[in-house]
T-cell receptor, first 114, second 115 residues
Framework: DQQVKQNSPSLSVQEGRISILNCDYTNSMFDYFLWYKKYPAEGPTFLIS?????DKNEDGRFTVFLNKSAKHLSLHIVPSQPGDSAVYFCAASVGGTSYGKLTFGQGTILTVHP | EPEVTQTPSHQVTQMGQEVILRCVPI?????FYWYRQILGQKVEFLVS????????KSEIFDDQFSVERPDGSNFTLKIRSTKLEDSAMYFC?????????????FGPGTRLTVL
């Protein structure tokens, strides 16, 4: 099941710089997208979401961009901090909310170096 | 801040045994979920539960699996006869307060090891 793909297994960034995490999807029925962060031995923690009626959503240092024609979304973290080091998952759902089944990507390990 | 809790944190069992994984969702949430993550693989949806019944389940969620909300606070996942391939991290999640648009909040997970 490759409906949601994160093609970069890892990303290394210097503190203070921008981190850009990418996600592609193939199911055109997806209309709600989320980013989760996961530390070892913890469950995924919600970061930010975006509905397909928007192309950008911002929350503090985190911005998610959605390009529906390319079926691509990205998460920008500016400025990156060492505490941002974690696994980042993008997820998608059908129905315009997050109440239904979430389909996850494989995750990208972000390492922010001091 | 309210959080989803799960017990136990780690469960070791013999193949063929029954296990029950327990979750306490966030109070006042209406939707409940189980997901699992096999080591090195994606987080996969198992089942969603609303209004005391299953609302959606994946092909993984076969007759060996069942869910129950036995009281007003707990949400359980039962695996009737465990297989080696059931070894995974199992995450419970909840969402949906009445009148709010809410995301899914995940618990810390239960690591199930089937020997």
């Amino acid at each position: 099941d490759q409906q949601v793909k994160q093609n970069s297994p890892s990303l290394s960034v210097q503190e203070g710089r921008i981190s850009i995490l990418n996600c592609d999807y193939t199911n055109s029925m997806f209309d709600y997208f989320l980013w989760y962060k996961k530390y070892p031995a913890e469950g995924p923690t919600f970061l930010i979401s975006i509905s397909s009626i928007k192309d950008k959503n911002e929350d503090g240092r985190f911005t998610v961009f959605l390009n529906k024609s390319a079926k691509h979304l990205s998460l920008h973290i500016v400025p990156s901090q060492p505490g941002d080091s974690a696994v980042y998952f993008c997820a998608a759902s059908v129905g315009g909310t997050s109440y239904g089944k979430l389909t996850f990507g494989q995750g990208t390990i972000l390492t922010v170096h001091p | 801040e309210p959080e989803v809790t799960q017990t136990p944190s780690h469960q070791v069992t013999q193949m063929g045994q029954e296990v029950i994984l327990r979750c306490v969702p966030i109070s006042n949430h209406l939707y409940f979920y189980w997901y699992r993550q096999i080591l090195g693989q994606k987080v996969e949806f198992l089942v969603s539960f609303y209004n005391n019944e299953i609302s959606e389940k994946s092909e993984i969620f076969d007759d060996q699996f069942s869910v129950e909300r036995p009281d007003g606070s707990n949400f359980t996942l039962k695996i009737r006869s465990t297989k080696l391939e059931d070894s995974a991290m199992y995450f419970c999640a909840s969402s949906g307060r009445q009148g709010y648009t809410d995301t899914q909040y995940f618990g810390p997970g239960t690591r199930l090891t089937v020997l």
